[in-house]
């Protein structure tokens, strides 16, 4: 389980980001005093516009990045104080990390799985299961440069979830992949859930958070705008699908 | 926590260690090149010198006494060219390089000399281009020349050239124990400049692209996200280059050893060197190693932290640029420096690595001394150990996106 509360986080602009943002203000908030709870068994799915929170609010959950302000509680370890409990209980999968190119995903793996102080037994009967599962095997001891788009990303993925983590962080998870592989990691994803697993997930995908997701949280501006199952999203805002709740609170929040 | 530290540094050797490119560039080639050039600049130095030593200096004269007509015809690397030409004539024969030396001696030169009168010296007027090589080589011939011309006119003027001889000088040198004689001089002062520089070197290109290129790629913040605390990233980082460039500076420096048959007129004082005399004592040898591992520590830390400082490889190689440069100086003044009296320098931060290895190379070695650099080595080192892993826990150095 992962409790977030009152999550504020601030970043100081160079004189160049804030020209480039047309503004004169040194601070920006991008995570603006949130609160959540995802509990175990739960995929949760955070969807916002680009520059909304999403990114800053996951690298938070990730220990990527510290809260300016609030906690986040992962299994009961704080994310500031005790950031490397945290870290050894979550996966995290974002566009932003990559692999070694230079390197085979055999290797990768292993190396991995050691930070992470896993035996070598261990690593190889988990990492036999993720490559089977992925397809990963038949490129096991190819050049992670040699793979295709999809098949990096499968490794990606592999890689993040070797040591079998309780609470899983994608961000854009299917983003790139095709309609087969983007099935194969939402299919993962709700085995993960029906193993017990906290999940997260933001994703630009409406179709994808409607199937996938047991609650969404829509974030624009640093603020939560509503949050619940996708039935409670659809009665609160008078529609009848996602996307259409979705462009509501949009429309709304640009008004404001 | 040794353990992830070593995990780190053994994923770095095997990056650098598996990239057939990354050996080539980083250890294959530098030998390659340096042993090729510097043989080149050797034999192209010796042929150089060859070739002026054994050319035929082409003189003009003017008025040419007979004695020194037959001095000069007696000297086969001498040949008389031009006779009797004026000053303007020569000058411009001696900037079109077609003439290497002008003499001409006073109207009536050789009766002067024979009917000497007190007061009354005849003049000579030699002229050479100091733009030509040859030119000069003929112009210390001719003095040299000139010089045992007067020789023979004192002695026959005086009966005994012992008049004007106020002393007879006798300089020798005095027997060096074989102990402290220490490598040629030449060498002596060269070797701290090659190693600080290989060492530098080989740790910059691996390490901007072990810590900047990884942060650009994105490796590294795949690496944060792991339970392993962050100054474990930077410290294998930082381990692992230090193994690379203690390799890179042997291979560079087996470059060097393989052009010494050619190139040891650039390095020695004599012009001659031979390997054996690069041996050395066991506690010459520890004291060397010290020094040198002194430089690889405060290397390879400060290249970290400019490499961590920068969010690209480019950014890097910009900051790392001038520290380069100050290697380079501080090696240049180790080898063209004179003595401290004080002894400050033994307390500044490698350069006095390399005035210890200057010592020890040159047989003056003092493990007190070497002891006082290795400190400061240490401190600098830890300072800069510190400050890496500070910098690591800084989210807009370590993930500046």
Do not use: W
């Amino acid at each position: 389980m992962i409790k977030v509360h009152g999550l504020k986080k601030t970043f100081e602009l160079s004189k160049k980001q804030m020209k480039a943002n047309n503004t004169d203000q040194k601070y920006k908030v991008a995570v603006n005093g949130i609160d959540f709870i995802v509990y175990d068994n739960e995929i949760f799915g955070l969807l916002g516009p680009n520059g909304a929170g999403k990114t800053t609010t996951l690298r938070c959950l990730s220990t990527l990045i510290s809260p300016t302000e609030g906690t986040i509680n992962v299994n009961g370890y704080d994310s500031v104080k005790d950031p490397l409990a945290v870290r050894s209980q979550l996966a995290f999968l974002t566009s932003e990390l990559k692999l070694d190119s230079h390197f085979t995903p055999d290797y990768t793996t292993r190396f991995f799985g050691r930070l992470h102080n896993m035996n070598d037994e261990l690593i190889e009967k988990r990492m036999n299961h993720l490559f089977d599962y992925f397809g990963v095997t038949p490129f096991r001891y190819t050049k992670i440069s040699d793979l295709s788009t999809g098949m990096k990303q499968k490794l990606s993925i592999a890689v993040s979830l070797i040591h079998d983590p309780s609470l899983i962080i994608f961000d854009e998870p299917t983003n790139g992949l095709d309609i087969i592989t983007a099935r194969a990691v939402t299919d993962y994803l709700k085995e993960l859930k029906a193993q017990g697993k906290t999940i997260i997930i933001s994703t630009h995908m409406m179709h994808v958070a409607e199937k996938l997701c047991d609650r969404i949280g829509i974030i624009m501006d640093g603020n939560i705008k509503t949050m619940g199952t996708l039935e409670e999203i659809l009665q609160t805002t008078g529609k009848d699908n996602l996307e259409d709740a979705f462009f509501k609170l949009y429309f709304e929040n640009e008004v404001k | 926590m040794i353990n992830s530290l070593i995990l780190i540094a053994r994923k770095e050797l095997r990056r650098v260690f598996t990239d057939k490119r990354l050996v080539i560039t980083s250890f294959i080639l530098p030998m390659i090149s340096i042993a090729i050039i510097y043989s080149i600049m050797g034999i192209m130095i010796g042929r150089a010198e060859e070739d002026i030593k054994s050319h035929i200096s082409r003189v003009g004269v003017n008025n040419l006494p007979i004695m020194i007509q037959t001095m000069l015809q007696t000297d086969e690397t001498i040949e008389i060219t031009q006779v009797n030409i004026d000053i303007d004539q020569a000058e411009g024969l001696l900037l079109n390089g077609d003439l290497e030396y002008y003499i001409s001696f006073e109207e009536g030169f050789e009766d002067k000399i024979l009917n000497f009168q007190k007061g009354d010296v005849p003049l000579v007027k030699g002229m050479y281009s100091p733009k030509h090589d040859y030119s000069v080589q003929a112009n210390y011939k001719l003095n040299a020349l000139m010089e045992g011309y007067k020789h023979i006119v004192l002695a026959s003027r005086l009966g005994d050239e012992s008049y004007i001889q106020v002393y007879k000088m006798e300089s020798g040198e005095i027997e060096i124990p074989q102990e402290s004689k220490g490598i040629d001089r030449g060498f002596a002062s060269m070797i701290p400049l090659l190693v600080s520089i290989f060492i530098f070197a080989g740790a910059m290109g691996i390490g901007i692209d072990s810590i900047a290129g990884e942060k650009e790629r994105g490796t590294m913040a795949s690496m944060l996200i792991t339970p392993i605390d962050r100054a474990n990233i930077i410290g294998g980082k930082i381990l692992s280059l230090s193994v690379v460039a203690l390799i890179s500076m042997i291979s560079s420096f087996i470059g060097v050893l393989i052009s010494i048959p050619f190139s040891a007129r650039i390095f020695s004082s004599t012009g001659s060197f031979e390997l054996s005399q690069l041996a050395m004592s066991g506690m010459d040898l520890t004291m060397f190693f010290i020094s040198m591992i002194g430089l690889v520590g405060m290397y390879v830390t400060i290249i970290a932290v400019l490499s961590m400082i920068a969010n690209s490889v480019k950014e890097a190689g910009a900051y790392i640029t001038p520290a380069y440069m100050l290697v380079m100086i501080s090696g240049f003044m180790n080898m063209f420096g004179s003595g401290d009296a004080a002894g400050i320098f033994d307390y500044i931060p490698v350069y006095n690595n390399l005035i210890n290895m200057n010592r020890i190379l040159s047989g003056d070695g003092s493990i007190i001394k070497a002891l006082i650099s290795l400190g400061t080595s240490i401190a600098v080192t830890l300072a800069m150990l510190l400050l890496a892993r500070k910098l690591m826990e800084k989210e807009k150095v370590v993930f500046p996106s």
